[in-house]
């Protein structure tokens, strides 16, 4: 299966900042997938990124707030944007890989924003 | 619009079976899949539908009637470790390919 390396896994931000958020994959991969869970509740799809193409982000998320870039197979990141406190929340990346049924997860960023 | 449902949390004791079910609504339903994630950790892929039917994985299984857009997953012989939240999924595919969506999770809580 694949291995994900998701950076930072935690970080404390101050309202109106940026974060960029990378994962790493181990093998190229065609879409990538990025999801925000808040403490408690379910994952919620934010976009797919597939390479070489923009992303295509989900019913509530823009890419003003939430840009990603895609540059190659194996590597994608996720910028939150002008943070607020109610962007405070566990992000996390996600693959699937060809030969099996399951998707793979990142270990995920935890973000606070103050 | 797509929509899965599940309890939201199940007590059992050591030893014990266990049966968490799932509906679900979508379009380009494509296969239905378990994932079991600790507190703190990421989700970890437990096993996967696509036709009718069981799947046995270990302790695991899990099952899919897709003309009643319902699945279940089994946990038997419940261990302490196996305590934790229990997400369905569906896969859906669309035009520019498959995402996944996740219910919104049963907490298991094993007791002695």
């Known amino acids: 299966s694949a291995v994900i390396s998701q950076k930072p896994s935690r970080d404390i931000c101050q309202r109106g900042t940026s974060l960029t958020i990378q994962c790493q994959v181990d093998?190229?991969?065609?879409?990538m997938f990025w999801y925000r869970q808040q403490p408690g509740q379910s994952l919620t799809l934010i976009a797919t990124?597939?390479?070489?193409?923009?992303?295509?982000?989900e019913s509530g998320f823009v890419i003003d707030k939430f840009p990603i870039s895609r540059p190659n197979l194996t590597f994608s990141t996720l910028t939150v944007s002008n943070m607020s406190p109610e962007d405070s929340s566990i992000y996390l990346c996600?693959?699937?890989?060809?030969?099996?049924?399951?998707?793979?997860f990142g270990s995920g960023t935890r973000l606070t924003v103050v | 619009g797509q929509s899965l449902e599940q309890p939201s949390e199940v007590t059992a004791v050591e030893g014990a079976i266990v049966q968490i079910n799932c509906t679900y609504q979508t379009s380009g339903f494509y296969g239905l899949s378990w994932y079991q994630q600790h507190d703190g950790g990421a989700p970890t892929f437990l096993s996967y539908n696509a036709l009718d039917g069981l799947e046995e994985t270990g302790r695991f299984s899990s099952f899919l009637s897709r003309s009643d857009s319902y699945g279940y997953l089994l946990l038997q012989e419940l261990q302490m470790k196996d305590s934790a939240s229990y997400f369905c999924a569906v896969k859906s595919v669309y035009n520019q390919g498959g995402k996944l969506i996740f219910g919104q999770g049963t907490e298991l809580s094993v007791k002695p």
């Open positions: 996600s693959v699937e890989v060809s030969s099996r049924p399951g998707y793979t």
């Open positions: 093998s190229q991969v065609t879409m």
């Open positions: 990124a597939n390479q070489g193409s923009e992303a295509t982000y």
